[in-house]
């Protein structure tokens, strides 16, 4: 069982960053493949981005692409999401997913079997 805790999250205005952190307890991370995804209410789960598996691959959405980094510290067994320039678009709760299965970062969320609570984020303009 892993459990997954996000943080970070916040107001900002457009234009700035925020970083994202998740922090796995339960079970040691460094063979998962650990991925971002948003939602807006009314919306459906969004990928944002993801990292991991067996070759440490990187996946990122269109929409972020060039803005925002994922990055690891499995020492600390904790993942994070550089995110810069942000838009107002970018509002949304994000949230952090986990699964020891998958080979490579994936951008479905049925994919993934453990999911933390969501950190708001809100990007005013």
């Known amino acids: 069982q892993v459990q997954l805790v996000e943080s970070g999250g916040g107001w900002v205005q457009a234009g700035g960053p925020l970083r994202l952190s998740c922090a796995a307890s339960?079970?040691?991370?460094?063979?998962?493949?650990m991925g971002w995804f948003r939602q807006a209410p009314g919306k459906e789960r969004e990928f944002v981005c993801a990292i991991g598996g067996g070759f440490g691959s990187i996946s990122y959405a269109d929409s972020v692409q060039g803005r925002v980094t994922i990055s690891s510290d499995y020492a600390k067994n904790t993942v994070y999401l550089q995110m810069d320039s942000l838009k107002p678009e970018d509002t949304d709760v994000y949230y952090c997913?986990?699964?020891?299965?998958?080979?490579?970062?994936?951008?479905?969320?049925?994919?993934?079997?453990?999911w933390g609570q969501g950190t708001q984020v809100t990007v005013s303009s």
């Open positions: 997913a986990a699964d020891p299965r998958l080979n490579s970062a994936s951008r479905y969320a049925s994919r993934y079997n453990y």
């Open positions: 339960g079970r040691t991370c460094s063979t998962y493949v």
